[in-house]
Nanobody
Framework: QVQLVESGGGLVQAGGSLRLSCAAS????????MGWFRQAPGKEREFVAI????????YYADSVKGRFTISRDNAKNTVYLQMNSLKPEDTAVYYCAARTAQWGPVTMPNGYDYWGQGTQVTVSS
């Protein structure tokens, strides 16, 4: 069982930066692949990024590639999402999620086992 708590959201101007954090409880955090998703009003939950248990491999949605960076600190049971060059279209509630499956599509929300409550990111133009 893993409990996830996101923080770091807020209001930022276009072109600005934010760093989201996701603190996890549980002794097996390092065994989970960790992902970030986002959901804008009236839209489906959208994959943003994923990182493997070791942090050695990452994968990003095309819409954020080159602007966002996912990382993790297993000693602190925390995963991060550094967001640079933010755009108004990045406005959404951002969720972190933990995944136990080793195989299968990583971009689908139903491939993740545990979710945080979300943190709001608003980018003004």
């Amino acid at each position: 069982q893993v409990q996830l708590v996101e923080s770091g959201g807020g209001l930022v101007q276009a072109g600005g930066s934010l760093r989201l954090s996701c603190a996890a409880s549980g002794r097996t955090f390092s065994s989970y692949r960790m992902g970030w998703f986002r959901q804008a009003p009236g839209k489906e939950r959208e994959f943003v990024a994923i990182i493997t248990w070791s942090g050695g491999n990452t994968y990003y949605a095309d819409s954020v590639k080159g602007r966002f960076t996912i990382s993790r600190d297993n000693a602190k049971n925390t995963v991060y999402l550094q967001m640079n060059s933010l755009k108004p279209e990045d406005t959404a509630v951002y969720y972190c999620a933990a995944r136990t499956a080793q195989w299968g599509p990583v971009t689908m929300p139903n491939g993740y086992d545990y979710w945080g409550q979300g943190t709001q990111v608003t980018v003004s133009s």
